[in-house]
T-cell receptor, first 114, second 113 residues
């Protein structure tokens, strides 16, 4: 069964360091999402891609976060420098097309900033 | 695995009973809705979806009801099983906001054997 792949599963980093997460969506899915989920809350959308283009990044803290999907397939989310408040689960999801189609999630990357 | 939601609203049901989980949404431009199930330490898992031109959709043991008048969505689980214990989220696609898929706050379902 096709699934969204994310790595690493767990990451511990010191504050002020750089950290990166990788996501490989389901083959053929044009839309890719990055979410952040703080313990006890629902996922919060950070950035949304359609192919290689950013559709929405209004909730992405652009002073320290960046995301790219250069070839319209896999994607990388980077944080530099990491802060204690960035500790969360980072989830990637993909869907066939933008809006009104089911989005499938990966297992996430659990980030702990110390 | 760690707990997904420590301070979420909780619904506790007896095994075999039916469960109803509710969700309110605020954006009248939302045209598509999804229910997700999330177990500890895992990503959300798709359960069922519904488009705004429908008011009911059924799956295997699950039914989603949509009331656009009051902006309310519910997930009904028939014959709830211990494996249904998880946190449930509703998500809405906001078509006039770049088709953003945004999530509600979630409800923890606990099934007592």
């Amino acid at each position: 069964e096709a699934e969204v792949a994310q790595s690493p599963r767990y990451k511990i980093t010191e504050k002020s360091q750089a950290v990166a997460f990788w996501c490989d969506p389901i083959s053929g899915h044009a839309t890719l999402y990055w979410y952040r989920q703080i313990l006890g809350q629902g996922p919060e959308l950070l950035v949304q891609f359609q192919d290689e283009s950013v559709v929405d990044d209004s909730q992405l803290p652009k002073d320290r976060f960046s995301a790219e999907r250069l070839k319209g397939v896999d994607s990388t989310l980077k944080i530099q420098p990491a802060e204690l408040g960035d500790s969360a689960m980072y989830l990637c999801a993909s869907s066939l097309e933008l809006g009104r189609t089911e989005a499938f999630f990966g297992q996430g990357t659990r980030l702990t900033v110390v | 695995g760690e707990s997904v939601g420590l301070h979420l609203p909780t619904l506790s049901v007896q095994e075999g009973d039916n469960s109803i989980i509710n969700c309110a949404y605020s954006n009248s431009a939302s045209d598509y809705f999804i229910w997700y199930k999330q177990e500890s330490g895992k990503g959300p898992q798709f359960i069922i979806d519904i488009r705004s031109n429908m008011d009911k959709r059924q799956g295997q043991r699950v039914t989603v009801l949509l009331n656009k008048t009051v902006k309310h969505l519910s997930l009904q689980i028939a014959a709830t099983q211990p494996g249904d214990s998880a946190v449930y989220f509703c998500a809405e696609n906001i078509s006039n906001a770049g088709n953003m898929l945004t999530f509600g706050g979630g409800t923890r379902l606990m099934v007592k054997p």
